[in-house]
């Protein structure tokens, strides 16, 4: 591997960025928008390009923490210089069209695309029960009001003046990955490790008696059943971003560069 590459400089890239130079391994460019350039350079110090053959000149490990925009507007370009891309934007892939491009892509470039587990654990335990089969795959998001501003919620529900907890969504992981795109990477990772964006039940909700956002996923099948929930702090720098979620992709490129590691 030559060089390490982010997406985006916002609060999950800065703390990327400066957990993988503690672990010795520093990032060598940033990918932004045309115009960001000085910007991206400020925040995190390195050289700073605006197309996926920029930074692909200058890493072959990519960490896409610019949402579902990074990962449509860059995530093909990028497999198609054989890069391998970890990402956190796995609800971008309820769309087909987007993940068939980057399939046909990463063919005919020879990159590779991992999925950092983001802001969820048990992830291992899910994938290792589809072997068996799955019966049922339950995912539960529930987070304070102000984590669903900016969101469909806000059509269904009065945030400011909720008093209990409510929820504003029920369908399947695809409907919710597609219809809260800043939200729902959580529902659409338990849908990749387990039985799929249309099979995957979801359930989110607003919940103004709680400080931190809660997800919960509940499995069926040949292994038994589980129910793991996880109670989740956000970075310091933006409420919005989950602190594990930013982790995940520390830990993804840490497995890529390590001999041994869970």
């Not at 063919?107 to 983001?118: F, I, K, N, Q």
């Not at 929820?167 to 399947?172: C, I, K, L, Y």
């Not at 529902?187 to 919940?207: K, R, S």
């Not at 069926?220 to 109670?231: M, N, S």
């Amino acid at each position: 591997m030559t060089g390490i590459g982010i997406i985006g400089y916002g609060a999950i890239a800065r703390y990327v960025a400066d957990a993988l130079a503690q672990d010795g391994t520093p990032i060598s460019a940033v990918l932004a928008r045309p115009g960001r350039e000085a910007a991206a350079r400020a925040a995190l110090g390195v050289e700073a390009v605006t197309d996926a053959a920029g930074l692909a000149a200058h890493a072959r490990l990519v960490v896409d923490c610019a949402g579902h925009a990074g990962l449509s507007a860059h995530g093909a370009a990028l497999l198609r210089e054989g890069c391998e891309v970890v990402t956190l934007s796995l609800g971008a892939l309820a769309d087909d069209a987007l993940l068939a491009t980057l399939m046909s892509a990463a063919e005919t470039g020879g990159g590779r695309m991992r999925l950092a587990s983001g802001a969820i654990g048990a992830l291992d335990a899910l994938s290792a029960a589809t072997v068996g089969g799955l019966s049922h795959v339950r995912y539960t998001g529930t987070k304070p009001p102000g984590g669903w501003a900016g969101s469909p919620a806000e059509d269904v529900l009065d945030l400011a003046t909720l008093s209990e907890a409510t929820a504003h969504f029920t369908g399947s992981a695809r409907q919710a990955a597609l219809s809260y795109p800043k939200n729902a990477n959580v529902a659409a990772a338990v849908a990749l490790a387990g039985i799929g964006f249309d099979a995957t039940e979801v359930q989110l909700i607003a919940d103004p008696t709680v400080t931190q956002n809660t997800h919960r996923v509940e499995a069926e099948g040949a292994f038994g059943r589980f129910d793991f929930t996880i109670c989740g702090n956000a970075l310091p720098d933006n409420p919005k971003s989950s602190a594990l979620a930013a982790m995940s992709a520390v830990r993804a490129v840490q497995t890529r560069t390590t001999w041994m590691r869970f």
